[in-house]
C-alpha cells in the first residue's frame, strides 16, 4: 500500500505570507495526487487535483506542484480564512490514502 | 445542487453492527464513484471504501472483511455495513462523489456532512 507523509504537521504564519506544504509518497504516484482543505467542525474540500490543476471557485493564491514522490501545496498570500487543516490523498491505485494532515494557524 | 446525506450513527457496543446510509441528490449515485472516508475525533482522514458505476467494491485493509458497502438504485442511497465495532471504529463517516478527472481512480469532489459513530460499553 502506498504511504503519504506531509510536512509539516502544523504551521503558523502571518496574513500574506507565502506557506508550503509538503507530501511525499511511498512509491512513485506520477501526478495522482490531490489536495484538500479541512475547516474546524467541516467537511473537506477539494482544492487541487492531478497533482497542480485548480478545482473551480478555488481561489488563484492556492497551487499545487510535484509529480512522482514529492509534491507541494502553496498559498500565495496567506489570508484569515486559510485557517484549516490541508490533506493530500494519492489516487494512484487501491486503497487510497492520506497524508497526516498540515494544520494551518494564522499568527 | 449535489447534496449527500449520511445517516444512522449513533452509539454502538463494541462487537455489534450498524449500517449507515447516505442519500444522495442532484446526480445518480450508480453512474459514479462514490466513497466512505471516516475521521477519528481529533484525527486525520481515513480511506474506507469505494463502488463504482459497475458495483465493483474496494476497502481498506484495516475494514476489509468487517466492512460492506452495497448501493440501492432506486434510492439512490448507499449503505455501509459495518460489523464486529471496534473502539478504533469510532469517527465520523463522510460519503463522498468520487471523479476521475485526469485520474484513473476516484478523487472526492462532493462530500456530505458525516455521520458519528461511536463504539463504547
Known amino acids: 500500500d502506498i504511504q503519504l507523509t506531509q510536512s509539516p504537521s502544523f504551521l503558523s504564519a502571518s496574513v500574506g505570507d507565502r506557506v508550503t506544504i509538503s507530501c511525499r509518497a511511498s512509491q512513485d504516484i506520477g501526478r495522482y495526487l490531490v489536495w484538500y482543505q479541512q475547516k474546524p467542525g467541516k467537511a473537506p474540500k477539494l482544492l487541487i487535483y492531478a497533482a497542480l490543476n485548480l478545482e473551480s471557485g478555488v481561489p488563484s493564491r492556492f497551487s499545487g506542484s510535484g509529480s512522482g514522490t514529492e509534491f507541494t501545496l502553496t498559498i500565495n498570500g496567506l489570508q484569515p480564512e486559510d485557517l484549516a487543516t490541508y490533506y493530500c490523498q494519492q489516487v494512484d491505485n487501491y486503497p487510497s490514502s492520506f497524508g497526516g494532515g498540515t494544520k494551518v494557524e494564522i499568527k | 445542487e449535489v447534496q449527500l446525506l449520511e445517516s444512522g450513527g449513533g452509539l454502538v457496543q463494541p462487537g455489534g453492527s450498524l449500517t449507515l446510509s447516505c442519500v444522495v441528490s442532484g446526480f445518480t449515485a450508480k453512474d459514479n464513484y462514490m466513497t466512505w472516508v471516516r475521521q477519528a475525533p481529533g484525527k486525520g482522514l481515513e480511506w474506507v471504501s469505494v463502488i463504482d458505476s459497475g458495483g465493483f467494491t474496494n476497502y481498506a485493509d484495516s475494514v476489509k472483511g468487517r466492512f460492506i458497502m452495497s448501493r440501492d438504485n432506486s434510492r439512490n442511497t448507499l449503505y455501509l455495513r459495518i460489523n464486529s465495532l471496534r473502539a478504533e471504529d469510532t469517527a465520523v463517516y463522510y460519503c463522498?462523489?468520487?471523479?476521475?478527472?485526469?485520474?484513473?481512480?476516484?478523487?472526492?469532489?462532493?462530500w456530505g456532512q458525516g455521520t458519528l459513530v461511536t463504539v463504547s460499553s
Open positions: 463522498a462523489r468520487g471523479r476521475t478527472t485526469l485520474t484513473t481512480y476516484p478523487y472526492l469532489q462532493h
